[in-house]
């Protein structure tokens, strides 16, 4: 089957996501099968089914820049997360957070003010970066094709908990290049010790029997549809209880 723009946006209705809101999208491209017009398509269904609110993909470049190569450019510095952040971030009226390992880019209300500050952190996740104002918003985090492993809100989550290990206790020097050329340091702490995001996959089930995670389908592509504010009330539960959650690979015991 080919997938067009109108039946993507049937099936983002279906999603029941506001459109007045805002969305965070992580996404596999080839996992939405054929559409018609290929990646721009799928890139116009989400702009025009957000087109009241606030459409947010990351832009991150964790993968490249560090203290070897330190300097980050909001216009040139390519996303290292996928094909469709990279597509959209060029695209007219999108603005792209200075954040030098995790920007975002935004499209609609509010971008400018969402996307604005980040640079003034020197953690990724910070409580007032863009990942806690997806909070304060009340956003919805739509994993397309990908599943909990892609989900960075949790890395915010564990942040604000002050999660023990999660961070380095020292600054790299980075740098951001703004879109005027200006260029501003950003000492900045990274994620360090295991890889706790290819961990997250556990509280999968947890998350949807408490309401914090819905099912549905895009093109061919497996959802997850995430709620900040219930996945964030029941992983600071979990993470206070038990700091290691993440530790193991693992799955989780039943309650007994």
């Known amino acids: 089957m080919i997938h067009t723009q109108a039946s993507l946006m049937?099936?983002?209705k279906g999603m029941g996501i506001d459109p007045q809101g805002?969305?965070?999208v992580h996404s596999s491209l080839k996992?939405?099968?054929e559409v018609q017009g290929g990646a721009d398509t799928v890139l116009d269904a989400l702009s025009e089914y957000m087109r009241p609110g606030l459409l947010v993909l990351p832009t991150?470049?964790?993968s490249y820049i560090n203290a070897d190569n330190p300097q980050f450019s909001v216009r040139q510095s390519p996303s290292c997360v996928g094909i469709l952040p990279e597509l959209f971030r060029k695209r007219p009226g999108v603005i792209r957070s200075w954040h030098p390992t995790h920007s975002v880019a935004a499209l609609g209300r509010d971008a400018a003010e969402f996307t604005?500050?980040?640079?003034?952190?020197?953690t990724p996740c910070a409580r007032g970066s863009v990942y806690g104002k997806l909070l304060d918003r009340k956003a919805d985090i739509l994993l397309l094709g990908v599943d909990l492993r892609r989900n960075t809100f949790i890395h915010g989550v564990e942040e604000w908990l002050d999660i023990p290990g999660r961070m380095t206790d020292s600054h790299e020097q980075l740098y951001t290049?703004?879109?005027g050329g200006e260029i501003i340091s950003v000492p900045s702490r990274r994620h360090c010790g295991l890889s706790w995001s290819q961990h997250f996959w556990k509280v999968e089930q947890v998350l949807e029997t408490g309401g914090a995670l819905r099912r549905a389908s895009f093109g061919d592509a497996p959802?997850?549809?995430?709620?900040?504010?219930?996945?964030?009330?029941i992983l600071s539960r979990m993470l206070l209880a038990d700091p290691e959650l993440f530790s193991d690979n693992e799955p989780l015991q039943p309650a007994t």
């Open 31 to 33: 996992s939405i099968g």
């Open 223 to 233: 959802v997850m549809i995430c709620g900040t504010v219930q996945t964030t009330d």
């Open 22 to 24: 805002t969305l965070l």
């Open 177 to 179: 290049e703004t879109p």
């Open 60 to 62: 991150h470049t964790w």
């Open 10 to 12: 049937e099936q983002l």
């Open 116 to 122: 604005s500050g980040d640079e003034r952190w020197d």
